[in-house]
């Protein structure tokens, strides 16, 4: 039953709406629970034939494409036309809700709530993972201090520390000074934990003794003769574990309009594989006949790790997958400013219209139906509006147009309406960009020449010298996750619009052998972005006990 905007409902009648018991939930404080993911073995799924919904959007522009705004609205739209629906999202991450994006639970009237809860702290998922991650890595170098049985070199530890913040000062460390007493010194730094390898086990694992398994088998670093160091090595997985142990439960919120959202996890799609967890979009499909879940930033990154690394492991698959774009977002890949998108400008959208087309191609590559959502903003015109609808009739895609943010549900009913009317009755399974047995370099290839549109791929003799190690190590048929920038299908930021005849420079190859896949950083890609000279903390403040600047 749909539901107007008002208080939200409690968090225990939110939980009933999804068939959960007593049992099957725990509250965690006001408006917020954990769901036991452990109800997908207990009881029988809720509906035969449940069905996924890939969100995701064109290149990622400061104009902004509202993705998440817009899963969230088209889960208030399936609401309003009397679906069973139920949302599966990401967890923000601190970093960039104090630096240049600011909070990441919708916006307007489609949003998540309790939102400042959610943005900040949350349940302590972030802090979990920052925590075990750098147990790991006290673990690692106190093994180092007490005499070194396993002959680690501290020249060729991969391990890193974490936190959940964006700061520039601590990628590049030396940690171990002032005295024998004090450690070792080496070189280290940190990342940003939604880039932590812990994160993305956290998100990809099936269980409790998948995850177990996972952090075992982590590579952390190489003996001088060359050999693998695990974290089960240093016999730290069990207590990484006790961390982890509630941080495994999704987390169960609700939207402004009170439809269930399970939220939980949160790596980056730039650098990381950029999904919810399958935990909970599993426990999703457990529990509602629609799932609506987002992958980001751009469908050539976050969507692509979704089909090639979470749906391949998990066996997910999509009934359809919505491209998110914007009037404001073409016209600056059209060529226009940031100070210059309210003026209405049709030539600059039809410019801007094949990065639009690129994404479409990108979702046909994976044998996937795509719909596209027009995100309408206040300055955009008809006959901008026009110009769109007119390129995706003749590229033969629905398209909607929304206005979610201003009107909620109901703001989003001409785009439900489309994903029921084009949405596969029976899921059928995608086609994955490349064999994991293929060579890395071809996968890399195959990904840069399908997604981005790329000529081909150039190693630095870094990259070359970290595949020899993994061709060495057996590490060699994972599939891959590439670390590129989201404001370009191209490695350079500055290249926005559909770029042609370019290379994709690989600089390194790192194995994540607990998440299962390789990690290959291209470009000037940071795991540890920094604050904006104006950064959005500077906004935020407390006022009459209530977060005000989020």
């Not at 949003?111 to 890595?137: E, K, M, W, Y």
């Not at 016999?235 to 987390?251: H, Q, Y």
Request: proline share 6%; hydrophobic share 40%; aromatic share 6%.
């Amino acid at each position: 039953m749909s539901r107007s905007v008002g208080a939200p409902r409690p968090i225990a009648e939110v939980a009933e709406s999804l068939g959960l018991g007593p049992d099957d939930w725990q509250p965690f404080g006001h408006g917020v629970a954990k769901v036991d993911p452990g109800v997908c073995q207990r009881n029988a799924s809720r509906f035969p034939h449940p069905r996924l919904i890939l969100v995701s959007a064109i290149t990622p522009t400061p104009a902004g494409e509202g993705k998440t705004t817009t899963s969230i609205g088209l889960a208030q739209g399936l609401t309003k036309i009397g679906e069973s629906v139920c949302l599966a999202l990401r967890e923000p991450s601190l970093g960039p809700i104090f630096g240049m994006k600011g909070g990441a639970t919708g916006g307007g009237k489609s949003q998540l709530v309790p939102a400042d809860r959610i943005n900040l702290h949350f349940t302590g998922d972030f802090h979990a993972v920052t925590a075990a991650h750098n147990l790991l890595s006290a673990h690692l170098d106190n093994h180092i201090y007490f005499d070194n049985k396993l002959r680690i070199d501290p020249r060729r530890i991969v391990w890193r520390r974490v936190m959940d913040m964006n700061d520039r000062a601590l990628r590049n460390l030396i940690v171990g000074l002032g005295g024998h007493k004090q450690g070792v010194p080496r070189e280290t730094g940190f990342d940003i934990t939604a880039a932590s390898e812990i994160m993305a086990m956290l998100c990809l694992a099936d269980d409790e003794d998948d995850l177990r398994a996972r952090i075992q088998r982590t590579l952390v670093a190489f003996t001088y003769d060359g050999e693998p160091v695990t974290a089960e090595q240093l016999e730290a997985a069990g207590a990484m574990l006790a961390l982890l142990r509630d941080a495994l439960w999704p987390n169960l919120v609700q939207t402004t309009e009170g439809t269930p959202a399970l939220v939980h996890g949160g790596p980056f799609a730039n650098i990381a594989h950029g999904c919810n967890s399958v935990l909970a979009t599993r426990t999703a499909l457990h529990l509602a006949e629609w799932v609506v879940t987002e992958a980001g930033f751009g469908f050539d990154l976050g969507a692509e790790k979704f089909f090639d690394i979470k749906c391949r492991q998990s066996g997910f698959d999509t009934c359809a997958v919505v491209l998110v774009a914007t009037i404001r977002a073409l016209k600056m890949h059209g060529g226009k400013g940031l100070k210059q998108l309210a003026e209405p400008d049709v030539e600059a959208v039809i410019q801007g219209m094949p990065n639009l087309e690129k994404h479409i191609e990108n979702i046909h590559c994976f044998g996937e139906r795509p719909i596209v959502a027009l995100n309408r903003f206040a300055a955009d015109t008809d006959e901008e509006i026009a110009a769109v609808r007119q390129r995706c009739g003749e590229l033969g895609v629905p398209i909607a147009v929304t206005d979610h943010f201003a009107r909620g549900g109901d703001g989003a009913v001409e785009l439900a309406q489309a994903v029921v009317t084009h949405a596969e009755q029976h899921a059928r399974p995608f086609k994955p960009l490349y064999d994991l047995e293929m060579p890395v370099t071809d996968k890399i290839r195959a990904v840069a020449q399908a997604m981005y549109g790329a000529r081909d791929v150039v190693l630095t003799k870094e990259a070359k010298r970290d595949l020899r190690d993994i061709e060495r190590l057996g590490f060699d048929r994972l599939p891959i996750c590439i670390a590129k920038t989201p404001a370009s299908l191209t490695d350079d930021p500055k290249r926005v619009g559909r770029p042609t005849e370019f290379d994709v420079t690989v600089r390194n190859l790192q194995i994540n052998a607990g998440a299962g896949f390789l990690v290959v950083l291209t470009g000037e890609i940071l795991r540890m972005p920094g604050l904006p000279r104006i950064p959005r903390s500077s906004e935020l403040d407390v006022k009459d006990g209530e977060i005000v600047g989020l």
